[in-house]
């Protein structure tokens, strides 16, 4: 994403997209460490996405009159985030679901 994309979201969706974003880079580092990623460049992208939607919330908190206090956007609206699809690892949907089916721990025991 652009940094622009991200300015143009508001401030839930943008604490939403890095936290989203967060859950994606650590199930990248999975599956890098699993031998299961083949595309090692998408953890640098990831990374970067991350750092640009911290910033637009940097910006954003200094921008309010009187300024926020660094990470205040996060910490409003972290509760109301739910874990979904970020577009990141849509193929990968289900990732971890699969392990841990192939380890014992499916239904069918």
Same mark, same amino acid.
């Given at each position: 994403m652009k940094y622009e994309e991200f300015t143009a979201l508001s401030d839930v969706a943008?604490?939403?997209?890095?936290? $989203? @974003? *967060?859950?994606d880079l650590m199930e990248l580092r999975f599956r890098l460490k699993t031998n $299961? @990623? *083949?595309n090692t460049a998408s953890i640098?992208?990831?990374r970067k996405d991350i750092a640009r939607a911290r910033t637009a919330q940097r910006v954003r908190e200094k921008s309010q009159d009187p300024p926020?206090?660094?990470?205040?956007?996060?910490?409003?609206?972290?509760?109301?985030?739910?874990p979904g699809s970020s577009g990141v690892l849509d193929s990968a949907a289900g990732f971890l679901t699969d392990i841990a089916g192939k380890m014992g721990g499916g239904k069918d025991d």
């Open positions: 943008l604490v939403h997209r890095e936290l $989203q @974003l *967060e859950r $299961q @990623l *083949e640098r992208m990831v926020l206090g660094p990470n205040t956007l996060r910490t409003r609206h972290r509760n109301s985030f739910t």
